[in-house]
């Protein structure tokens, strides 16, 4: 599918190292991927920010770059709703109202998570269908060039379980139209194969999974089975997700030092280590959660990337990105044509606020 230039709000104050690297992720993909990118928070750190990248060779026009003003910030130890409400000017809000009135396709945030998803929800509401969104998080795989999307990793940590049907069912359009998987294999979380292993919930699941004509489903997936390439799409609580997402971050990142430690000692590791540094590259693109650039809220009516508070520019560039992805795949309207079904069950009301 062609693409064209798509523009994307970027909470520009979310984040621990906001907002330089979150400015220089931005003009990054400003310059190298065909955005146009709204910098939203305080314009004169923005700015300040900005003038320290003008000198690079590969500084984007300035016409792919603008800063709209929003003087708040919801902080992570704040409660999410309470907070929207009481600070109107919020960058996270801001944005979300650019996706909301059109000016923008998309937003990227690594700020408070539980705000980016409570502003979603308040300001783009959820598809048709739809009783929850999910955070779906890629995860690279022992086969080649073959990824696993995990949802839900965090928006939701109890479920019922029509919701993880229906976050089978959004997984598969993902799958299929985004990361090209032509019949993605689905499967369910769980302590063990069979489908009368794990809670109620997880039983009841199951059954749900296998009678719904929209999944593909290939029954229950064990923790060893999360990275082995067997499937193409995993369900589960958030709880459940986020502690796999959590894990795997952490996990990579001791076996990428531990590489560096043992393969720089002595002259010959040192020697060993500059001839093997293609594949080390290869092997780092491939395990390090900074190359995801972050999860998808899949189920609001916009689409919006939440990414890792900790995040540097290569993260925030990977999140842009991602963003253009689903712009250019249209996710948004080909969910909806598959929630639109006389199946799918009714939506729960919605959180309200002051407008």
């Known amino acids: 599918m062609g693409s064209s230039r798509a523009r994307i709000a970027i909470d520009a104050m979310g984040g621990d190292n906001a907002p330089a690297a979150i400015v220089t992720g931005a003009l990054q993909a400003a310059s190298e991927l065909d955005v146009d990118v709204l910098l939203v928070g305080d314009p004169d750190k923005i700015d300040s920010c900005i003038k320290e990248h003008q000198k690079d060779a590969n500084f984007p026009n300035p016409n792919q770059v603008e800063i709209i003003p929003a003087d708040e910030v919801v902080e992570m130890h704040e409660e999410p709703l309470s907070a929207l409400k009481r600070k109107r000017n919020a960058s996270i809000r801001v944005a979300m109202e650019l996706v909301k009135k059109n000016q923008a396709q998309a937003i990227v945030s690594a700020g408070h998570s539980g705000a980016a998803m409570a502003a979603a929800l308040l300001h783009l509401g959820r598809l048709r269908g739809i009783d929850r969104p999910a955070i779906g998080a890629i995860f690279p795989t022992i086969v080649p060039n073959k990824s696993v999307l995990i949802l839900d990793v965090g928006a939701n940590v109890d479920c019922r379980p029509k919701f993880l049907e229906q976050f089978a069912v959004m997984g598969t359009i993902y799958s299929q139209y985004v990361l090209g998987v032509e019949e993605p294999r689905v499967g369910l979380l769980n302590i063990g194969e069979e489908p009368s292993k794990g809670n109620d919930q997880a039983v009841r699941t199951h059954q749900m999974l296998v009678d719904n004509p929209l999944v593909p489903f290939f029954g229950n997936a064990e923790g060893r089975d999360i990275l082995s390439g067997n499937f193409d799409v995993i369900v589960c609580d958030g709880f459940a997700g986020n502690v796999v997402l959590k894990f795997a971050e952490g996990l ?88 639109e079904s006389p199946k799918q069950l009714t939506a729960v009301p919605e959180p309200t606020a002051e407008s």
């Open 252 to 339: 990579g990142e001791i076996v990428l030092n531990i590489l560096k430690e043992e393969l720089t000692q002595g002259i010959m590791g040192k020697m060993g280590v500059t001839l093997l540094k293609p594949s080390l590259k290869r092997f780092k693109q491939r395990v390090d959660h900074v190359e995801r650039g972050g999860g998808l809220l899949l189920g609001v009516a916009g689409i919006c990337i939440i990414t890792h508070g900790s995040s540097q520019g290569p993260t925030v560039y990977n999140a842009i990105r991602l963003a253009k992805d689903a712009i250019d795949h249209n996710v948004l309207d080909r969910m909806q044509s598959q929630f």
